[in-house]
Structures are given as structure tokens and as C-alpha cells.
């Protein structure tokens, strides 16, 4: 697991901006949609071609929040990343210029529909009613990388819980772009996982800073099942 470091200067920006630590502490479970990010052989297996070994470590973290989430309304989306012929065309610079023709090809074999790569680590808890939805960028907002804002849209979501891989690339990119396009977003700072502790904390960082309320496992299942202001109200 990660050793997670937030500055105490991103704390206090908080603070002094928000008055409070977490800014999202008050959510409505049935508004709310867990976004499990790219838990995939390919970024998963051992010896797998974008292989980020903390992955494995985060699914115990990862489940607890999807039952969670069934047992209080809201709804887990299982995100996969697809590499698919229209997004080597589309995304061409990326695939041409970031990587060797051999590492392209490893990519294809591994992220295309129906490869082993392609499909999500088989430790993750899937149940009816769980959705899965394929992105073919890095962001799931992305304009046409997936249908996913539509599918939130159309059952009211207002709250996002992230979690998944890579902290700093798929599940920052996913969480920057909701945040703008106003959704809540709750970053998971123990249900996130990347290549070291560095790149992990940079994100946890920026996401406190502008972005995102960033909670632990603990915390965001606190949040889910306790009492809304709304429902003591009532009482």
C-alpha cells in the first residue's frame, strides 16, 4: 500500500478556503456512484504490460466501498480501458509519439476487446446491478471516450467516489474533468494505486488543493452509511 503524505500547507488550504476538512462529508448515498477505475489484468497481473503491482493491494479497500455503496443505494462502475482501431486513429500522436512500434503492438495485444489484458482482475466483487463501462482515453469524461456522464445524468448522480489505477493518470484525468462538469468527487487516497509513493502523493496533493475531497477507505464508507444532515433533520 501506499505511504500517503499530504502537505500540511494543502490541509490548510482547506481550511481557509472551505472551513472544514472534508468538504463532501454530507453526501446522499442514492445520489452517489462509485467509479472503479481500469482494476484490469493489464495493469494488474504480475508481468503484465502496464503492470502497477500496489493495484493488488487496494481490491479489500476497493470492495468494502462498493458494498457500501449497494447496501445504501448508489451505484459501482466498473471502468475498463479499450484500445480499439477508431482510437489509434483518433488519439494517433499519443500512440505514435509516446511509445516504440513494439510497445504499441504489446498495448493492442493487451487492451483490445476479448484479450485477457482487457478484462477486470477477477479479485474485484462484480454483483447484478454493478455497471461496466469501456473508455478509450485516459479521462472517462473525455468528449467520446465513453458514455459515462450520460449514464450518471440519467440517474442522478451528484457524487462521485474514485477509485482505481493510476492515481496519477486514468483516475486523476477522470476526476479533474467530473469535478469541472459538477459532479462532488471523493478521491480515495488508500483506494488508489500507481507506479510509486511519489507520483501517488503529487496527485493526492493536487486533487485537496482544487479538485477533490480526499478521504480514506474508512472515511468515504463513513460517509455512505451514517446519517445525511437532511435525515437527522427529520428525525
Not at 474508512?218 to 427529520?234: K, N, Y
Request: hydrophobic share 45%; glycine share 6%.
Amino acid at each position: 500500500m501506499h505511504k500517503i503524505e499530504i502537505a500540511p500547507l494543502a490541509k490548510q488550504r482547506v481550511l481557509d478556503w472551505c472551513g472544514r476538512e472534508h468538504i463532501f462529508a454530507d453526501i446522499d448515498p442514492t445520489k452517489t456512484a462509485h467509479i472503479i477505475v481500469d482494476l484490469q489484468n493489464g495493469f494488474m497481473a504480475p508481468g503484465a504490460a502496464v503492470e502497477i503491482p500496489v493495484a493488488r493491494e487496494i481490491v479489500p479497500n476497493v470492495n468494502r466501498i462498493s458494498e457500501a455503496v449497494r447496501a445504501t443505494g448508489g451505484i459501482n462502475v466498473f471502468i475498463r480501458y479499450l484500445l480499439d482501431p477508431p482510437t489509434l486513429v483518433a488519439w494517433s500522436h499519443w500512440f505514435n509519439k509516446f511509445m516504440t512500434p513494439e510497445r504499441l503492438k504489446l498495448m493492442e495485444k493487451t487492451f483490445a476487446k476479448g484479450c485477457e489484458g482487457f478484462e477486470l482482475w477477477p479479485a474485484l466483487e462484480v454483483k447484478d446491478g454493478d455497471l461496466i463501462v469501456d473508455k478509450t482515453r485516459f479521462g472517462a469524461f473525455v468528449p467520446g471516450s465513453s458514455n459515462l456522464h450520460d449514464i450518471l445524468q440519467e440517474r442522478g448522480i451528484e457524487t462521485l467516489i474514485i477509485t482505481g489505477t493510476a492515481t496519477n493518470v486514468c483516475c486523476e484525468s477522470t476526476a479533474r474533468d467530473a469535478m469541472q462538469m459538477n459532479y462532488q468527487v471523493i478521491f480515495v487516497a488508500d483506494g488508489n494505486a500507481t507506479n510509486n509513493d511519489a507520483e501517488h502523493n503529487a496527485t493526492l496533493n493536487a486533487m485537496m488543493a482544487l479538485f477533490a475531497d480526499v478521504m480514506t477507505t474508512d472515511e468515504a464508507v463513513d460517509c455512505l452509511t451514517r446519517p445525511t444532515t437532511s435525515q437527522v433533520a427529520a428525525e
